[in-house]
């Protein structure tokens, strides 16, 4: 009983092994550590600073229209410039910029009329800056991790996300309520230069010799290959199906007051990332998944049957429980399209990809909000989380039928996974245990960027 209760433990705990056999995912891991909780700082306290100049919803609500521009040219521009540049070089200036920003709000906090454009420009540019960043940290993990341990890579960056989206944000309320939001800025300010003083030491990531300048034709490229990637698409469309029609944040201050609980509101925003927590403390199991495709579409459906299911729910817990195990199909749902990206989509256009990757999961959220907030509306709170997720859970299973490359795909067969896992094979440095930088000391270290 012992051995199998043990067999079971070390299914279900995270595998480390990208952290022990990468000296450069150990340096990424330690630095987005770092950055999340600062960055999960910051996200508090600019709505809240804008709330206390204010007072105005309509104001606070502005600052998310503002980043959605910045966040869709940015995203797809930083994009083509991840495979046309060195991507460690891209990483350090954008955490150099978003450094700025941070400091700029700080020095705003602290004057005696501080300025609301400051918030909205300053809000707008760092978002823009972490969007330029995020496709070269995407597209990175295929030349720090080798191709068999993507999927351990995607846990653990998966826990490294919902750990600082609990603590973070509980954290940034207590900094703003009892030392004023220019603590907060400052808080963040010091861990960018933290995570610097470890992305510096990464080694040079160029781009391919022959790889194509960023422009509009190469972004172009981007797209094409994704569109004629069945498979690929399917990743994308589920994804903002699942989003567009179960995301209902927008609803929980009104849930709040319909259970007669409006203190429980931070427990409804943080139920979701505690089901992903779980999930991703849990997840070892999903690297021995192959038919990821099929993985990404029950998880999907999981989702969006626990969202119909909050509908039901009379009391806060249960309401928190079906929040929690739509959390965690969501996160799972996306350990396996992350391990997808990773293992079948060529190095040269992985930047590419990446950055409509984040359109993808970016602006169903926004979408999805909306629609519950014009469902609730019409029908009511109860009847936009029934008849969401119930749409979500039909919406999956029609593109389930529509795309059956995306439905049938296999890690083991797949065209693209079998040529991606020979290239590696034969020339990533991650693949070949005598080139980690960790048995020499003196490897990996980088020209000043």
Known sequence: MPARLMRLLRHLTPDLSPLRDSRDYRLLFGAGVITMFGTMITMVALPYQMKELTGSYVAVGLMSLAEFVPMVVCGLWGGAIADALDRRRIIVLSELGLLVTTAALMVNALLPDPQVWVLYVMGALSTGIACLQRPSLEAVMQQVVSHDQQAAAAVLNSLRWNFGAILAPALGGLLLVQLGTHVAYAIDAV????????LWRIRSLPA??????????????????????????GTYLVDIAAMVFAMAQALYPFLADELDSPESLGLLYSAAAVGALVASVTGRWTARVQRQGLGVIVAAVCWGAAIALTALAPSVWLVFLCIALAGAADMISGIFRTTMWNQTIPQELRGRLAGIELLSYASGPMLGNTRASLMANLGGLRFSLGAGGLLCVAAVLGLSAALPKFRRYDATTDEHAVAERARRTASDPASDPASDPAADPAAGQAAPA
């Open 191 to 198: 861990t960018f230069v933290l995570s610097m003083a470890l």
């Open 208 to 233: 391919a010799e022959d790889a194509a300048p960023a422009s509009l034709k190469s972004l172009v490229e981007g797209v094409r290959y994704a569109t004629g990637r069945s498979d690929l698409m």
